[in-house]
């Protein structure tokens, strides 16, 4: 028990399951969950003040987002992501987007790619707001959605499953620092290219972006070990 801030979970149009799920994900980026322990269903129930059922539903969720995973008889052990994880997960991600946002560059409508803007606008705004639940998830749609429009469906599932396994990894130091603001606004310059069909330059800019991204995961790192 107290493992958990007190929370509000109840609204009328969302599924306690998925709340708890949405509440479970704020306290792993918090850093209220720790990394490697293990945390039962029962025991995170009495937290939130509710039954365990939906609480053993919103972690099985989160086991195959690779965010935790069951352990027997015990209940489910937060994921642990280290530098070797990391830089491979970087390396596929580079492989397929960067070649991708040139090749939807020269071939995406323009209503297509400016429909992004305002995802761009809300991956500022969250880091700017300290809002790290709302930065996922904008930055989320906005690199998905870019993906999408090469139609590969495949290659976009790809890409979401890795974003899963490293997305929480050092957030909550970076944004202590505030270095999540130029990494956000790094989406909007790379949508500019895109829209001007720079196909090049847009290319050079989201393999900057993802290396930035793996250096501020780097210093996060660092900054839980000091």
């Known amino acids: ?15 306690l399951r ?4 949405h509440a479970l994900r704020a306290a792993l980026i918090s850093g209220e969950l720790h990394p490697g322990e293990v945390y039962s269903a029962p025991q995170l129930a009495e937290d ?8 053993r539903e919103a972690m099985l969720d989160l086991a195959r987002e690779g965010l935790v995973e069951p352990v027997r008889n015990k209940g489910f052990r937060v ?11 970087t390396e596929i991600r580079t492989l397929i987007e960067v070649p991708t946002t040139g090749r939807v560059t020269r ?8 429909a992004l803007r305002p995802v761009a606008e809300e991956i ?38 890795l974003r899963k396994r490293s997305r929480l990894y050092g957030l909550t130091a970076l944004d202590r620092r505030g270095e999540l603001i130029p990494s956000a606004e790094e989406h909007l310059e790379l949508l500019d290219l895109m829209l001007a069909g720079d196909a090049e330059g847009a290319e050079q800019c989201m393999a900057r972006h993802l290396g930035h991204v793996r250096s501020l995961w780097a210093k996060g790192s660092s900054d839980k070990d000091s």
């Open 1 to 15: 028990m107290g493992h958990l801030k007190q929370r509000t979970l109840i609204t009328a149009t969302e599924r």
């Open 18 to 21: 998925d709340q708890v799920a």
């Open 48 to 55: 939130f003040g509710i039954s365990a059922t939906p609480v």
């Open 79 to 89: 994921t642990e992501v280290n530098e070797r994880d990391l830089d491979q997960y």
């Open 107 to 114: 071939t995406a409508a323009r209503e297509d790619l400016e």
């Open 124 to 161: 500022v705004r969250a880091a700017r707001d300290h809002d790290l639940i709302g930065y996922l998830e904008a930055d989320r749609r906005f690199h998905l959605t870019l993906l999408a429009l090469s139609g590969n469906e495949r290659l976009v599932e790809t890409v979401g499953d």
